[in-house]
């Protein structure tokens, strides 16, 4: 019997290309679809305006923008795996306070600042430094894939939005916070 040669093994950057994907898309998902849809159950129940609500998401995009240089200098230093591990395990935290908060100031500060700068350097910093470092030639084929990841999140505004119409806007926090768990942790 004849010996076929050796059996071609997946290149490993493309594993690192679907760990930026899904923390991406983990990331994507707390502040633009999937916060669509909760943000008029969290206004009826703490009793805040949709402008007081969407102030947080100004704040976290104003933070994590402030941020990205310091992120990047991080990232070079220490390495993108460990800077993205600690990064999405601060984003699980943070989707888990939020899902807790009682009064706005806390609601800023959780969803502005540990949302804004973990959500910052998982979709903007992290995840393409990671990719660009193992593909050479074929960086214009990657990048894509990965930004590619801010419209996947969609997929995630159906479960947000059935958990929050049956179980309470928190609940819906809290299956954010475990999916950044299962998606942005684990890879």
Request: proline letters at 4%.
């Amino acid at each position: 019997m004849r010996n076929a040669g050796p059996k071609r093994r997946i290149y490993w950057g493309w594993y690192v290309v679907a760990a930026a994907f899904l923390t991406g898309f983990v990331a994507s998902s707390t502040a633009s679809f999937a916060f669509s849809v909760i943000v008029v159950p969290m206004s009826t129940d703490l009793g805040w305006s949709r402008t007081q609500l969407f102030l947080g998401v100004t704040l976290a995009g104003t933070g994590g923008g402030l941020a990205a240089p310091v992120l990047g200098r991080l990232v070079d230093k220490y390495g993108a795996r460990y800077i993205m591990t600690v990064s999405a395990c601060v984003l699980a935290v943070s989707l888990f306070l939020v899902s807790q908060v009682r009064d706005l100031w806390q609601y800023y500060l959780v969803f502005g600042l540990g949302l804004g700068i973990s959500r910052s350097l998982l979709q903007s910093v992290g995840g393409p430094a990671a990719v660009v470092n193992w593909f050479i030639k074929k960086r214009n084929r990657v990048l894509p894939i990965i930004s590619a990841s801010t419209p996947a999140s969609v997929l995630m505004t159906l479960p947000v939005a059935f958990l929050a119409s049956q179980y309470g806007w928190r609940s819906s926090w809290i299956l954010l916070g475990v999916t950044t768990l299962v998606l942005g942790v684990l890879p």
